[in-house]
């Protein structure tokens, strides 16, 4: 069984890091595309990553392109955010997805929230100015 377990969520004050984890269990991530999705309150979810490690391929959302850093260790079958130079409109409940169709994670298909069939709990970040 697939199980997908963030934490490293927070609050910071603009300009600030944190780092996000999700912990895959139940499959061999590097096998999957996994990323991160977003969701602030009354807005859509949106993509903000993705990744698949065996092809070393990685997307972002214009929106955080220069501050996050997706990343995985396959060896802790974990996967990483690193968000830097954190805003206000960055506060959203972050999760950790992940599919086996690893096409999913190229070109212009690799935001669609509907592509990914395991999704975790998710994990708050709040940024206050």
């Known amino acids: 069984q697939v199980q997908l377990v963030e934490s490293g969520g927070g609050s910071v004050q603009a300009g600030g890091s944190l780092r996000l984890s999700c912990t895959a269990s139940g499959y061999t991530a590097s096998t999957f595309c996994m990323g991160w999705f977003r969701q602030a309150p009354g807005k859509e979810r949106e993509g903000v990553a993705s990744?698949?490690?065996?092809?070393?391929?990685?997307y972002y959302a214009d929106s955080v392109k220069g501050r996050f850093t997706i990343s995985q260790d396959d060896a802790k079958n974990t996967m990483y955010l690193q968000v830097n130079s954190l805003k206000p409109e960055d506060t959203a409940m972050y999760y950790c997805?992940?599919?086996?169709?690893?096409?999913?994670?190229?070109?212009?298909?690799?935001?669609?929230?509907?592509?990914?069939?395991?999704w975790g709990q998710g994990t708050q970040v709040t940024v206050s100015s």
């Open positions: 997805v992940a599919d086996p169709r690893v096409g999913i994670c190229f070109g212009v298909v690799w935001n669609r929230a509907a592509n990914y069939k395991h």
């Open positions: 990744i698949y490690s065996r092809g070393g391929r990685t």
